[in-house]
């Protein structure tokens, strides 16, 4: 692989750029592999790349039924934090965006990861009490927050009305090393370093069946062909149950559409992201000038990947009293993204009722941000078959054994 440099640029500007290689290459998939990964979101290319650069297993096929980070990775409003309150989330989000901060060296591609701050607003008196316990919690996990009141909410966003009628803003809690990061360059980088360790990325395949040996794994079957396999990771997202119905079993899933949009392109105009949990909505600025605006999720279970009328409506209401200036702006793009939902709004990361089978899912509306630290504690679990520190406790057992992480009560929103 051609190492992306100031000298590979200025070497194939001489050249009339005719020297750059395919970013990773499309092969035709092999009769067996040591592992396949179904999902070539960025916590599958995550996992594969960590089983390859920490555990040496570099024989696995990534196999997708789309195109490479399709789903919600090439969805999602690209916010990335690590400021929950439960010990189990703070560390493995923290552990993820500690790795974005080194991302772009280690992959030698620019995922663009800029830790803007994040700041997720206390808009009620019950908010202040929680993030306040937040901010706590964080300083005993080892998470760099602090909560900060209404003045410096307005010098570190100028653009804000922190005196809404309905709800004012009272404080937030500020994660100074929290961002944003280009989500399709994520999935991008992971593949080409993976391709790089000679894995096979298998692009417009879909897995259409699991199939079994004396309960362990032993293939998967495809719409390209029954591709055998040692250990099988499932990492679909909102298409964890049907895999996992292929595969025998079931999961405390749901699956419904999280929205976005973007505004037209603008001057400038705030250079943190936004959290207003309350009313739910968020924002940042993209590099091109979008105003990017996360909204909700449907209220029923559906697979559609596309945005509704009834959303731009709430989410642009909802934020309008504390950003005046959206009441000007024209709305651009709106989307939608299967999002996978578990009861606890916490992840699953774990063995499964079917042998040298390992599923992760559940990100829900706030996965994006957990990819490197979600594909390293995955790789881990499928090179030992036992979890490692960071996963032990996202089991998905524990919704039987009643050893919920409960987020939704922490966060109300998981952006
Ligand atoms: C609108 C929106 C906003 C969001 N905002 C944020 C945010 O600001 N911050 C944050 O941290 N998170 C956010 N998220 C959540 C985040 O996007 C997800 O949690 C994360 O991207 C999940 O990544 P993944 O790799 O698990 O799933 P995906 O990227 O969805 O990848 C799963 C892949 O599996 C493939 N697949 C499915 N079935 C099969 C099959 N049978 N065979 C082969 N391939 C299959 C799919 O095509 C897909 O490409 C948001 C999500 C949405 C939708």
């Known amino acids: 692989m051609t190492r992306y440099s100031a000298f590979a640029i200025a070497r194939e500007a001489m050249r009339q750029h005719t020297g750059w290689q395919k970013a990773w290459a499309s092969p035709e998939p092999k009769a067996h592999y040591d592992v396949v990964i179904v999902g070539a979101g960025g916590h599958g290319l995550a996992t594969a790349y960590y089983l390859g650069k920490n555990f040496g297993i570099t024989n ?24 929950y309150l439960q010990d189990p989330s703070a560390a493995i989000y923290e552990k993820a965006r500690s790795l974005y901060e080194t991302m772009s060296q280690d992959l030698n591609y620019n995922v663009m990861f800029s830790p803007r701050g994040v700041m997720m607003l206390a808009q ?34 100028p653009i804000m009305n922190i005196e809404g009628p309905r709800y004012p803003v009272l404080g937030a809690l500020w994660q100074a090393r929290g961002g944003t990061a280009r989500h399709d360059a994520v999935a991008w980088g992971y593949a080409r370093a993976c391709s790089a360790m000679g894995m096979h990325v298998i692009q417009n395949c879909e897995v259409i069946g699991v199939e079994s040996v004396g309960g362990q794994v032993s293939a998967v079957a495809t719409t390209k062909g029954t591709i055998g396999c040692n250990k099988l990771g499932i990492v679909v997202a909102g298409h964890s149950g049907h ?19 973007v505004s037209e392109p603008i001057k400038p105009a705030m250079d943190v992201v936004v959290m207003a949990n309350t009313v739910h909505g968020y924002m940042s600025q993209s590099d091109k000038g979008e105003m990017v605006i996360g909204g909700g999720a449907d209220h029923f279970n559906n697979y559609t990947q596309r945005g509704s009328w009834q959303h731009i409506e709430e989410t642009v209401r909802a934020l309008i009293e504390t ?73 998905m057992f524990r919704f039987r054994e009643g050893r919920f992480i409960d987020e939704s009560v922490a966060a109300g929103v998981a952006h």
């Open 323 to 395: 950003f005046p200036m959206l009441s000007r702006l024209k709305m651009l793009r709106q989307w939608g993204g299967i999002v996978d939902m578990t009861g606890d709004r916490s992840p699953i990361i774990s063995k499964t009722p079917l042998g040298n089978t390992f599923i992760n899912c559940g990100w829900g509306t706030g996965g994006f941000k957990a990819i490197p630290g979600s594909g390293w504690a995955m790789a881990e679990l499928i090179a030992k078959g036992e979890p490692g520190s960071l996963a032990r406790d996202f089991s």
């Open 60 to 83: 696995v096929a990534i196999i997708e039924k789309g195109w490479l980070g399709g789903g919600n990775t090439g969805r999602n409003t690209t916010i990335i934090r690590s400021n």
């Open 124 to 157: 009620t008196e019950h908010e202040v009490r929680g993030y306040k316990r937040t901010e706590m919690a964080n300083k005993l996990q080892g998470v760099e927050t602090r909560f900060i009141g209404p003045a410096e909410v307005k010098r570190l966003v």
């Open 243 to 261: 895999l996992a119905n292929m595969a025998g079993f079931r999961l405390p899933i749901e699956s419904v559409a999280l929205q976005a949009m």
